[in-house]
């Protein structure tokens, strides 16, 4: 925690700073809605703020206000680099180590002469920030913004603008409030950003309730894909280039999609294997319910990590060989995933 530092970042933000916040790649609602959360807050302490996002994200998070100024390093890498290189500030936020910023990004925000802070709720944190602010045990990036703000005792700054942001990032990575995560104190602090003017249904709606009829139909594809492993109580599907390509594959379109194995009676192990021909990988996203941790699992076997039940990870090889080796390696936890 940054407890003893904050009187060292109350003075650091008491005059106005050249400040960039960054998201981490292929950015998530909590991803966006921390970082314009934390934007809007330092744009009201009368900084000159900008997000500089890693790549482009889901039009599903794109009506969250002050998305307009949003500037993407791999559209406008020299503009961007140049905003990085004069910042006196860098908030990292809803990642963990740089590389997850993508490894030029990362690297650029490594060679920075900038004080870095980080806000974050990932696992094993690397320590490149002046100050770390990490918590394993947090919903979300956004729930430790609102933190943030309170610790800075400034809670009523806090307006409508800053809630509906930061009620999306808590909303979206929580599964809507029902992931573990949930806290009483969770449910307090959405309590209050409604209270500040967050509107939840119309969140709800922006976010959930604007499928495009493809992305449906890939769904349906999805769901015929779902294979079951029932003695290791594992579910998983997966999807090819091809795949994708016939129902008109967006960014973002797949989200989610991963959570539908777990909902079967008696699976606590999801995964979703995405094939991106683009960048020559297989994309993998892993759910779990209970102790079985796939922070763990993605971090043996699949350069990932996350949280001990949402991770991510990635495989070079092709699909086939990428679900063949998944399924080769699940008889190793065995003991874990079985029916005790
Ligand atoms: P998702 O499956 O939704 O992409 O990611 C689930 C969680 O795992 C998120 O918290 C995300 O930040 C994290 N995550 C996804 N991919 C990776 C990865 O390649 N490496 C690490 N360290 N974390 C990841
Ligand atoms: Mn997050």
């Not at 009620?167 to 806290?183: A, K, L, N, Q, V």
């Not at 604007?210 to 998983?236: F, H």
């Not at 979703?272 to 683009?278: D, G, L, P, S, V």
């Amino acid at each position: 925690m940054i407890t003893g530092a904050i009187s060292e970042i109350k003075s650091l933000l008491g005059k106005p700073s050249n400040i960039v916040i960054v998201p981490h790649k292929n950015p998530d609602g909590d991803a966006m809605g921390s970082t314009l959360g934390l934007y809007h807050y330092l744009l009201k302490c009368k900084h000159d703020v900008v997000v500089i996002a890693p790549n482009d994200y889901p039009d599903f998070i794109k009506w969250l206000p002050g998305d307009e100024t949003v500037l993407k390093y791999e559209n406008q890498p020299e503009v961007t680099a140049s905003l990085i290189n004069r910042a006196s500030v860098i908030f990292t936020l809803d990642f963990n180590a740089l590389h997850r910023a993508g490894d030029n990004y990362g690297d650029l925000i490594e060679a920075s002469d900038a004080i870095k802070v980080m806000i974050d709720h990932h696992q094993q944190p690397d320590d490149y920030a002046k100050y770390t602010y990490s918590d394993v045990s947090m919903s979300s990036t956004s729930e430790m913004v609102y933190n943030f703000i309170e610790m800075m005792g400034n809670l009523d700054a806090i307006d409508a603008t800053i809630a509906t942001c930061l009620y999306t990032g808590i909303m979206t990575d929580t599964g809507s409030f029902r992931f573990p995560s949930t806290t009483s104190r969770t449910h307090h602090v959405v309590a209050d950003l409604i209270d500040k003017g967050a509107n939840n249904a119309e969140i709800h709606n922006n976010v959930y309730d604007t499928n495009s009829y493809s992305r449906l139909q890939l769904l349906g594809r999805a769901m015929q894909n779902l294979k079951v492993v029932p003695e290791l109580r594992t579910a998983y599907i997966s999807l090819s280039q091809a795949e994708l390509d016939s129902f008109n594959f967006k960014k973002g379109d797949t989200e989610g999609f991963v959570n539908y194995g777990l909902s079967l009676k008696g699976i606590i192990f999801a995964a979703i294997f995405i094939e991106n021909k683009a960048e020559g990988i297989v994309k993998i996203s892993f759910r779990s319910k209970g102790e079985f941790s796939v922070n763990e699992f993605a971090r043996a076997h699949f350069n990932g990590g996350g949280h001990t039940n949402a991770a991510g990870g990635r495989s070079q090889s092709t699909l086939e060989e990428t679900v063949d080796k998944f399924i080769s390696i699940l008889p190793q936890y065995k003991s874990q995933l079985s029916q005790k």
